[in-house]
């Protein structure tokens, strides 16, 4: 063979070599073999385990328990309040014996009286109260009846203000008195605070106000 035969079959090789390791890759998109990096054995992502957060059980506010007895609410002189007024002569007494408002409430304490005036701070301990009033008029074109409960905590703070004058409190033919003993009752979603009454008066003879609260707090007789 001669020289140039030999130089002839050597190129061939190697353009037969350059094809098949570089150019037919490339051609299919894939990296030439001598160019692929050496990559060493794969590493395992570490996840790190997770955390359960701590759960704080909140404590259950605990209700005071009361004996039963119901509580007396005292007239105050209306100027520790600022409030003036010259009407006078409310009384208190205690409710009567057995007289409930409904099977699960019990009177927790009684205001009774005929004049306007402001009552001494009493502290309802319970989540749930109700206030039931009822009035006796000396006539229905000029009576009224003014009750303001206040928080003794905020004295900008009404609590709830009601009023009856007038024609509410005639009594038809009809009138029932369970009736308007349910509607003449307001409910409290509140509780553990301390309260006050303003209550004013026109033409009135008399009225009640009784704080009623759940049955299931009394713990005696």
């Given amino acids: 063979m001669e020289r140039e035969d030999l130089f002839s079959l050597i190129a061939a090789i190697i353009i037969v070599i350059v094809v098949a390791l570089v150019i037919k890759p490339v051609l299919s998109d894939e990296t030439p073999g001598f160019l692929t990096p050496e ?79 402001a009552t001494e701070i009493v502290h309802i301990p319970y989540p749930y109260w109700e206030l039931a009033y009822d009035a006796e008029v000396y006539n229905t074109e000029f009576s009224l009846l003014n009750v303001q409960v206040m928080d003794a905590d905020d004295p900008n703070r009404f609590v709830r203000i009601i009023t009856k004058r007038d024609a509410d409190f005639i009594k038809g033919k009809d009138f029932d008195p369970e009736t308007r003993k349910e509607a003449w009752k307001e409910k409290f979603y509140e509780g553990n605070r301390d309260y006050w009454f303003v209550i004013n008066t026109r033409a009135i003879k008399s009225y009640t106000l009784q704080i009623l609260v759940p049955e299931r707090y009394v713990t005696g007789e």
Avoid: H, L
């Fill in 39 to 117: 990559t060493g054995p794969e590493q395992e992502e570490t996840i790190p385990p997770s955390t359960t957060p701590a759960i704080t059980t909140v404590p259950t506010p605990t209700v005071p328990a009361w004996d039963g007895e119901v509580k007396t609410i005292e007239f105050v002189d209306p100027a520790s309040y600022g409030i003036s007024t010259s009407d006078g002569g409310a009384k208190m007494s205690s409710p009567p014996s057995g007289n409930f408002p409904s099977r699960s409430m019990v009177v927790y304490a009684v205001v009774r009286g005929s004049g306007s005036g």
